[in-house]
């Protein structure tokens, strides 16, 4: 029961010794004598009653000293037990609600329990989690009577039997406070011989599962668009969004918006030492008392590794070892593997750490820092290698298109000797032409520029066949012009000669290739006449640029037919793709043009009979000898032929693999290989050479791979009807550049990064409907393959091999499509060119669907200072399935890996074993490693950093770090051990943590829903660095709400905002792609209860490994996401649970299990894990990293700073309480070990010269404040 005590009565009543001097006498004398004796009796009574306080408060004080004695006794008990359970870096702690569910709480609150951290995990195994949290659990940190009692994990959710004693009340939480919110802890009994003289009790409250709140950074560190970006960071909580049971705000406290604010916060920090001086604070009276179960102004952290032992090693000190071209490394990372050096688990696709390196240092790489950061492609040898051993950021090939239009040309115009009376243009007015527009769409998914110098591109036989269909006007049904009637005739076939060879010279028909180099060209004239450069070719953050042919302004189709060999346009020998000179620019209309598409008139068995009168070599819609497609026409004008009829045309078309006949007589054609490849290479500068650069090769082993995959769709144009030649004719010498309004583009073919659109049809609908051969409906132009691309489809390692015959469509990151354009404006939907020279992709393809720029990657701006910065690096992507784009920080399990298994081995999809990388990822990374930020500042060196960093002289770029000096050392010895000649030495990153703390460390197994605010609010009012998308122009806006930006330099405003700036962001649909959610104080409070939910089911989190990652087994909620994950998920943070087009984020059709069931397209293993919004992971959308990222480097699983509350009574020989005594200890673990003989960075575990002392009991606790307590303050 808990025992209620009573005040001691300071005073006892008079003894009757006493009370004799206060008899009567009488007479003068008498009166006198009286007066004396009066005199006499006031001072005896006085002595008297003296002498009976002095003997009371003699008693008084031995009650209150064993009283003491007691209570000092349970703060020894405590701080030993707090040593022995918490002392060893691998412990982790919670608070007892950790155990409670909504319907049933603990029964004993506020308790503090220990378990082993989870040291041996091994994700490769299915674990049992729920086994692991009952079997490691240590004790609870509280008095009991009996002592074994609190070693039971159930103890906390029991109620408490025998005696007890309210340590946390009232007084301590103000008049409200609940039961819940109270503290109790068990008497234990001191006896003496026997019988019970005394009680004492003690209580261990772990501070950081509270947001510690006397904590301020300097926002005047704002100097540079580095130091903006370190303030954009979760340096400490925010107080004021905390939410009291009255409903008020905890906003009495100081704030540090602005330098002044700051500065005045600053002073606050010494007075502020305990939450009852916080109260002494302005309008703070009674509001503070009531958060002392969430907020602590007492935490600091040793930066520990919970699970290997020891102290974190530092990421800031084994890359600043690097530098702008060099990714040196510590010995034992140099050359070396993340997964397979951090935990033995390898593949193929394990990354390098030399990558992460590169990562890093690439802040030094960019131009402009402060006004406009530009990152120049680097010339690196590894750009193709499937795991790179450095980081080269560079655009994306988005798209490689190839768009087949019509036109026809009047005879009246061309060469002589097809337009003279005697020939062609004597029977015919018009010759049918096929324009071929190779085009590429380079992308830059980074949040600043990239400029590279020159790219050339090239790509090979075309898997698209043509069945022009001729009518004669006199009479009859179409006939097909082919070879052998009715199939389809590839590109490669399509040849007067033949094309020429470039090795050789020699014209022949063969493979047909398309090479697209691509420069800001200082002219229009033929690449082989003039390859000057006028400058580098520069993309904005995020943005789209379409690359294509051009050709000099005055040429034309007429005069290329009198132009031999030196003809631009019309590639009558073949051999123009081969040196297409390409620039940001789109002519509509304008492409390489062949007139030869029907060879068949090479063959004179097909042409034995049926001649115009007269005309032996002139056939309807034939010449003799002549590859041609003529075409009579009444309304030609000017007429030059003798034609008095019209003729009609259209032109069927299919996938097929390309094929050519060799020669005119045979009829068995030459079957190309099986494979559609892209190629580039890439000059970074001016200096360099073209280096090899991506890969895209898609094979398919046989035609019915293309039948399948395109549902051996045939498609016309015009889709019905047909064409009349002055239906699409352009006129005589009409230039090449001006000729779109005459041109029918009718088809395109695509090798393109998937887009969140696909899948989509023409309907909004991600299911097919009417009938398929209808070649208007069914149509997929967003792609084909619906997906999240953004989490699971790297298209920015532009490397990839798919054998289409063999593996699923559906896992790779680049897809096939062939699409038809329905109309000759069809095509616009499509080509949506902007000034600017850029389209639409990355949500689509068409105007309605695709923005014109999307970043999703970021290149820092300084050195990195949260692990979490990793996950939009692409420094971990490789070109082996499956594909992660942010793995790092967040959680997601990859819909081609089971559920219970982080390292599978599936031929089906891939011959290399599958690595989860987000699980890998974050086992390597968290717990192990941290950024100390004792990194380059500017022109400031590293040792410089760290020098005024331990001097006070200025902070670091994670200001949450307080320095700390180990016994026995000084800062000049600190930093001679640690640099050298400005540099980390080899060993510097297994020291670094000796010297710093962290205030305000916050356990991720808190329950508290205001703690969890205020951590998550830390960015609330901050300045956020912006580059826009459009203008790449920098600028800083003041964050109206809670922001919780995807990178630390965005590339659009706040999400939400109904009206933008045109000039700078296209539009709200672009803006909420590349800009940042500002949440409101409703958002995060549901966010946050949503958090603690996740906390409770899934807690206590045994590492940072465990709280960061999925959970690893069998198919479910746990194992499909983390628990911030799915905490976002469920407070409807982005989008409503099952919200449907239009209310889903970016207007995007969500991803249904159905959508991504079909085998011949996908091959999921667990399909559920894609469903949802397939925009999921642009920058707008909040995911798990970006959580992350604000709650590092201060996320912990253990507390470091405890306080105690001891009680002692001292009770008389009938049981009855003569005192008590109340004391308030805090008690502070630091990076000493309790034996000295160890530096503190010495791993206990491990290290087989270790102290058997350090082994047992870890690191020091030392007392850094003890006061007594009142009755009243309890």
């Known amino acids: ?151 039971s994990r159930d103890f906390a959710t029991t109620a408490w039997t025998g005696e007890t004693v309210e340590l946390v009340g009232a007084g301590s939480l103000g008049a409200g406070a609940t039961t819940s919110e109270k ?64 409903g008020y705000l905890l906003t009495s406290l100081p704030s540090d918006l602005t330098p002044a604010a700051f500065a005045n916060a600053k002073v606050s920090v010494g007075k502020v030492t305990d939450l009852d001086q916080a109260e002494l604070l302005d309008q703070a009276k009674g509001k503070v008392k009531p958060f002392r179960n969430d907020i602590t102004p007492y935490s600091l952290g040793v930066m520990a590794d919970v699970r290997g032992g020891g102290l974190k090693q530092d990421l800031s000190s084994m890359f600043e070892m690097g ?42 790489n960019l131009s402009a820092q402060d006004t406009n950061p530009t990152m120049a492609v680097k010339s690196a040898a590894d750009f193709t290698d499937p795991v790179p051993s450095g980081y080269n950021p560079a655009p994306v090939i988005a798209k490689v298109d190839t768009i087949f239009s019509l036109v026809a040309r009047p005879l009246s115009g061309v060469a002589h000797w097809i337009a003279n009376s005697g020939s062609a243009g004597g029977t015919y007015d018009h010759m049918v032409s096929l324009i071929v527009t190779p085009v ?47 199939t389809f005739e590839c590109y490669n076939t399509m040849a007067y000669r033949g094309h020429r060879n470039p090795e050789t010279g020699v014209l022949a028909r063969n493979n047909k290739r398309f090479v697209l180099t691509i420069a800001n060209w200082a002219s229009d004239n033929p690449l082989k006449s003039d390859s000057s450069v006028s400058g580098d070719i520069i993309l904005k953050p995020g943005q789209t640029i379409l690359c294509g042919p051009t050709l000099p302004p005055n040429s034309s ?106 020669d005119d007589a045979t009829v068995t054609p030459t079957k190309a290989d099986t494979t559609f490849a892209v190629s580039a290479q890439i000059q970074a500068t001016a200096s360099d050479a073209l280096q090899d650069f991506a890969k895209l090769q898609f094979d398919y082993e046989d035609e019915s791979t293309l039948q399948k995959l395109f549902d051996d769709r045939v498609y016309r144009y015009p889709p019905t009807g047909t064409f009349a030649a002055t239906d699409f004719a352009a006129p005589a010498g009409a230039r090449y550049s001006s000729q779109s309004s005459y041109v029918h583009p009718f088809a395109i073919f695509s090798a393109y990064a998937r887009t969140t659109n696909g899948g989509v049809y023409e309907t909004g609908l991600r299911t097919k409907s009417g009938a398929r051969e209808s070649p208007q409906i069914n149509l997929l132009r967003d792609g084909r393959l619906a997906g999240k691309p953004f989490l699971f489809h790297n298209a920015s390692r532009t490397n990839q091999t798919a054998n289409l015959a063999k593996e699923k469509p559906g896992i790779q990151s680049y897809e096939l499509n062939f699409q ?53 690096s692409n420094a971990l992507s490789t070109s082996y399935l499956p594909n992660f784009v942010q793995p790092v920080g967040n959680s997601l399990l990859h819909p081609l890996m089971s559920a ?58 994670s200001q949450a770090f307080q320095p700390y000096l180990p016994g026995g050392k000084t800062v000049a010895g600190a930093k001679a051990e640690l640099y050298s000649s400005g540099k980390p030495r080899d060993s510097a990153y297994r020291n670094a943590a000796e010297h710093q703390m962290i205030r305000g460390p916050f356990n991720v197994n808190s329950t508290s829903v205001q703690a969890w605010k205020a951590v998550l609010a830390a960015m609330k009012g901050s300045d956020v660095s912006i580059l826009w998308a459009r203008t790449a122009g920098l600028e800083t806006n003041k964050a ?45 409070q549901t966010l946050a209860e949503k958090i603690v939910a996740e906390v409770r089911d899934r807690g206590p989190f045994l590492s940072m490994s465990e709280f960061v990652n999925r959970q690893v087994g069998p198919s479910g909620p746990r194992t499909l996401s983390g628990a911030l994950e799915a905490a976002i998920a469920k407070a409807e943070i982005n989008e409503t649970r099952n919200a449907v087009f239009p209310e889903t984020y970016l207007d995007q059709i969500p991803v249904t299990a159905n959508d991504v069931s079909d085998p011949s397209l996908y091959a999921y293993k667990t399909p559920e894990a894609t469903t949802g919004n397939p925009a999921a992971g642009a920058p707008g959308w909040v995911g798990q990293g970006e959580l992350m990222r604000i709650l590092e480097p201060s996320a912990t699983v253990r507390g470091d700073t405890f306080v105690i509350r001891a009680y002692g009574e001292a009770q008389d020989a009938n049981g009855n309480i003569t005192a008590r005594a109340h004391a308030e200890a805090v008690v502070q673990r630091v990076p000493e070990y309790v034996d000295p003989s160890d530096r503190p960075s010495l791993n206990a575990y491990t290290d087989p010269a270790a102290s058997a002392a350090n082994r047992t009991f870890g690191r020091r606790f030392d007392v850094v404040s003890f006061r007594w307590l009142s009755d009243k303050e309890i």
Not at 354 to 363: D, H, I, K, T
Not at 836 to 864: A, F, M, Q
């Open 820 to 872: 038809p354009f329905l109309s000759k404006g069809d095509y616009e939907d499509y080509m949506d060119v902007d000034a600017s020279n850029r389209v639409p992709s990355l949500t689509g393809n068409k105007t309605t669907s695709g923005i014109k720029s999307g970043s999703y990657l970021e290149i820092p701006s300084g050195p990195l200072q949260a692990i979490a910065d990793f996950r939009r």
């Open 440 to 486: 590429v769409t380079l992308h830059n998914p980074y949040n600043v520029n990239i400029s590279f110098r020159q790219m050339r591109v090239e790509f090979t036989n075309i898997p698209i066949g043509f069945n022009f269909m001729f009518q004669n006007g006199s009479g009859g049904g179409p006939v097909s012009q082919s070879v052998v009637a009715g």
């Open 183 to 246: 503290v109790t802890a068990g008497l234990v009994p001191v006896s003496k011989n026997g019988k019970v003289q005394g009680s004492y009790a003690w209580h261990v409250s772990d501070e950081s599962v509270k947001a510690r709140v006397n904590l301020y950074r300097d926002p005047g560190q704002d100097t540079t668009l580095a130091q903006k970006r370190a303030l954009l960071a979760g340096h400490r909580p925010d107080p004021s969004v905390m939410e009291g049971s009255g």
């Open 1040 to 1084: 109206g709400g809670i922001p919780i930006p995807g990178m630390s330099l965005v590339n659009g405003g706040a999400n939400g905002t109904p009206v933008v700036d045109g000039t700078k962001i296209d539009n709200e649909k672009t803006n909420d792609w590349n800009g940042y959610r500002e949440l409101t104080e409703t958002e995060l």
């Open 557 to 662: 189709f007429d005069q290329d037919t009198k132009s031999g060999s030196n003809a631009v346009g019309f590639d009558w020998e073949g051999d123009l793709l081969d040196v297409i000179k390409a620039k940001p620019a789109f002519v509509p209309g304008l492409g390489f043009e062949v007139s030869a598409v029907t060879i068949s008139s090479f063959r004179s068995s097909n042409y034995s009979t049926g001649s115009f009168p007269g005309k032996p070599n002139f056939f309807p819609g034939a010449w003799r000898g002549h590859p041609f497609t003529l075409l009579r026409d009444t309304r030609t004008s000017p007429k030059t032929s003798d034609s008095t009829t019209t003729d009609r045309f259209f032109i069927q078309y299919k996938a097929v693999r390309p094929y050519w006949y060799a």
């Open 1 to 151: 029961m808990n025992r209620v005590f009573r005040n001691c009565r300071p005073y006892a009543p008079l003894t009757a010794e006493a009370r004799r001097f206060a008899r009567p006498d009488a007479g003068f004398a008498l009166v006198a004598t009286l007066l004396m004796l009066v005199l006499l009796a006031l001072l005896a009574v006085g002595m008297l009653s003296l002498s009976s306080i002095s003997l009371r408060a003699s008693s008084q004080a031995g009650s209150m000293a064993e009283a003491r004695s007691n209570a000092r006794m349970a703060l020894m008990v405590a701080i030993g037990e707090l040593q022995k359970e918490m002392g060893p870096d691998r412990r982790i702690s919670a608070a007892s609600e950790i155990l409670a569910t909504s319907s049933a709480p603990v029964a004993k609150p506020n308790t503090t329990g220990v378990w082993d951290s989870w040291w041996d995990f091994n994700p490769s195994s299915s674990p049992d989690y729920a086994s692991e949290k009952t079997s490691r659990f240590r004790r609870w940190l509280v008095s009991s009577a009996d002592s074994t009692a609190p070693r």
């Open 900 to 957: 219970n298994k982080v390292a599978e081995a599936n031929p089906a999809i891939a011959s290399n074993t599958l690595l989860d990388h987000s699980v890998l990822a974050n086992h390597a990374l968290y717990d192990r490693f941290y950024f100390s930020t004792f990194a380059t500042r500017g022109t400031t060196s590293p040792d410089t950093v760290f020098e005024q960093f331990m001097e006070g002289t200025a902070p670091l770029a």
């Open 323 to 364: 530098g702008a071209g060099s990714n040196s490394l510590p010995p034992e990372f140099a050359n070396r593997k993340l997964y397979q050096s951090t935990h033995g688990i390898s593949g193929v696709s394990d990354p390098n750490w030399s990558a992460l390196a590169g990562y890093y240092n690439s802040f030094r």
